[in-house]
């Protein structure tokens, strides 16, 4: 992004909108265009963000190269790169203790899925949990989850490692790189729910789920009390 000090303030750009719509009023206007400056000091925020991440020192390098289980059998961190330099890795609530998967980590999952198409053209994903791979595969048949690899952290030696140290059924999110054959630790979301602000759930940003983001959008916004649900009626 380039040095904020030559940007154009956020206030100069908003004042050349000319978007108007039937029967608005000049109060609608007024707070539309002071919203617009908000939009565009977000958009720049986002991208300073972005830009600080990228940013960072290499991480630490894997202490080992951890295993898994796959739909095809016994694999390794390494092997989950595909030939790509970066890995997504998701850690799902699904450990053998629940019933059931977590709705909130199927939403994402969902997501997800339907740009892995084009987000596998730049780099490798991973969805792992602690269930057994029969009962991720099953699941993965069941959701219609087609273009996500699913493995599973049957010794809990990865999740211990980069998602909770005590094994907690929580949901993880990490990136890994991969240079002259060695794996490094890239980003991991490090913001938990001691951080949430007063009012709020607990969540990182920016979000992952884009249902989160169309919801923020609209009058109702979030809401409080809803949360999705893996059927409806």
């Not at 092997?79 to 330099?85: C, E, H, P, W």
């Not at 979000?207 to 409080?224: A, F, K, V």
Request: aromatic share 10%.
């Amino acid at each position: 992004m380039p040095n904020s000090q030559a940007l154009v303030s956020a206030e100069q750009l908003a004042a050349t909108n000319t978007a108007r719509y039937p029967n608005e009023t000049a109060e609608y206007r007024t707070a539309r265009n002071a919203l617009l400056v908000e939009e565009l000091e977000l958009r720049r925020h986002i991208e300073r963000v972005a830009a600080q991440r990228r940013a960072l020192p290499a991480g630490g390098e894997i202490l080992k190269d951890f295993e898994f289980v796959s739909e095809d059998g016994a694999t390794r961190l390494s092997d989950l790169f595909a030939g790509k330099n970066t890995l997504m890795v998701y850690s799902m609530m699904f450990g053998p203790q629940r019933k059931a998967p977590c709705p909130m980590c199927t939403s994402f999952l969902a997501s997800w899925n339907g740009t892995a198409t084009n987000l596998r053209e730049r780099l490798a994903i991973a969805v792992t949990a602690r269930s057994p791979i029969e009962r991720l595969v099953e699941y993965k048949r069941q959701r219609g989850f087609d273009k996500l690899p699913f493995v599973s952290d049957l010794s809990g030696e990865y999740t211990r490692t980069y998602v909770n140290a005590d094994d907690a059924d929580v949901p993880g999110f990490s990136v890994f790189t991969k240079r002259d054959g060695r794996v490094r630790h890239f980003y991991s979301g490090e913001m938990s729910g001691a951080m949430a602000d007063l009012g709020q759930d607990p969540r990182g940003a920016p979000d992952l789920d884009p249902l989160w983001l169309m919801l923020d959008i609209t009058p109702e916004g979030r809401g409080t009390d809803w949360y999705p649900k893996l059927e409806y009626k």
